[in-house]
């Protein structure tokens, strides 16, 4: 496996996933196992919303469910960066 | 002030607040204070469907093979869904149509109160496939002590504001008799019953489905019902659309990015709209109780069922920057979310058991013939 195709996410001081820049956060979180809210996947229920604490992201569909600046919807973005998140 | 279908007067729309502003005039989605309405509607557009389109016909063996207090839960979710999709399919038009300043909300509200429409039609979908006259149960709708005292909370926001308007609308602001009843009416006021409507229909479509839906995939999970449960993703999938509204609508007035005096409310009202929410909450765990009085279903009981209303109303709690007030950390019916994603809703058209969709396109099959007379 390439490192350049992986960043890192830190979950919290002790966990960190390695994460695919090609597919979305959430695909990836859900790959290494970690229980996050989802419904509709597109972008516009707003149930997976997280908060972002370091990074950058990229949306490949425009997100219509209400969000604060500091958050972001991990079933419509991928990881542009290695990200700092805080699961709901 | 009077409501007026067209106003003459030159407004600039992207100044106005999102209701009490001027009356909307020209149509327009060129420009917009208020994108996100914009890009719902487009987005609820491109969800369009017809309840005729879902084949529900194999129900009808599968309903005759649940037991009776399944048959119990199945009509009366149907009962509390007919409510909710009958007051939702006019009332944001009559309450908040008369009171909008954004060519882009109003057409929001149009669209969204259209789709609750098709919601409402579905029932009757399903139905009629069920029962040769399904008049008994549309008449217990508002004879059923349980539905009625749901009706009561989820009609009066509505009826409050719409009344008020109506006074402040042909009277003015003021003190105002009606039927021996005095009424004080300023702008404040309205705001606030403004406010309390929102957070109620927030909490309308972010919790009142919620119990009935896991009913309904609880009997697809075992293969039953499958022609209901495929629309009834499809409405989930709508709910879902008009939660985010009204979610976008109180976070921008909380937020002071909307109305000033809005924000203000927001934050003096908080307690109140708080209490609506967990009003609603509560009903829907009562409504879980009263629907498995007669004995429970497979898969699902009254317990689990009520911490997964506890689990969704915690994150649509958290969405409105509300606390979070339940236990319940992780989802108790994990496999809800297979239902609740809009990947494979769409419904396959060979499924239609009517075949009128394709007219247009029959009719724009135009052959050169049909030119006969022209000279090219
Ligand atoms: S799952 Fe619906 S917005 Fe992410
Ligand atoms: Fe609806
Ligand atoms: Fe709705």
Known sequence: ?88 | MKYTTFNQQSTNPLAEPMFFGNPVNVARYDQQKHQIFEKLIEKQISFFWRPEEVDVSKDRVDFQKLSEPEKHIFISNLKYQTLLDSVQGRSPNIAFLPIVSLPELETWIETWSFFETIHSRSYTHILRNLFADPSEVFEDIVLNEEIKRRATDISRYYDDLIFATQLWQTQGEGVHQVDGQSYTVNLRELKKKMFLCMNSVNALEAVRFYVSFACTFAFAERELMEGNSKIIRLIARDENLHLSSTQHILNLWAKGKDDPEMAEIAEECREEARDIFLNAVEQEKQWAAYLFQHGSMIGLNKDILCQYVEYIANHRMAAIGMDTPFEVKSNPLPWMNNYLNSDNVQVAPQESEISSYLVGQIDSEVSVDDFGDFDL
Not at chain 1, 11 to 33: I, M, R, S
Not at chain 1, 49 to 60: D, M, S
Not at chain 1, 63 to 79: G, M, S, T, W
């Open chain 1, 1 to 88: 496996m390439k490192m350049d195709k992986l960043y890192i996410i830190h979950l919290d001081e002790q966990t960190q996933l390695a994460c695919h820049k090609d597919q979305t956060l959430l695909e990836n979180l859900e790959a290494h196992k970690v229980e996050v809210h989802f419904h509709c996947r597109e972008g516009f229920c707003g149930a997976c919303r997280t908060k972002l604490i370091e990074g950058q992201v990229e949306y490949i569909t425009d997100p219509l469910a209400y969000i604060d600046d500091d958050e972001i919807l991990p079933c419509c973005c991928k990881a542009k960066s290695d990200l700092k998140i805080k699961l709901s």
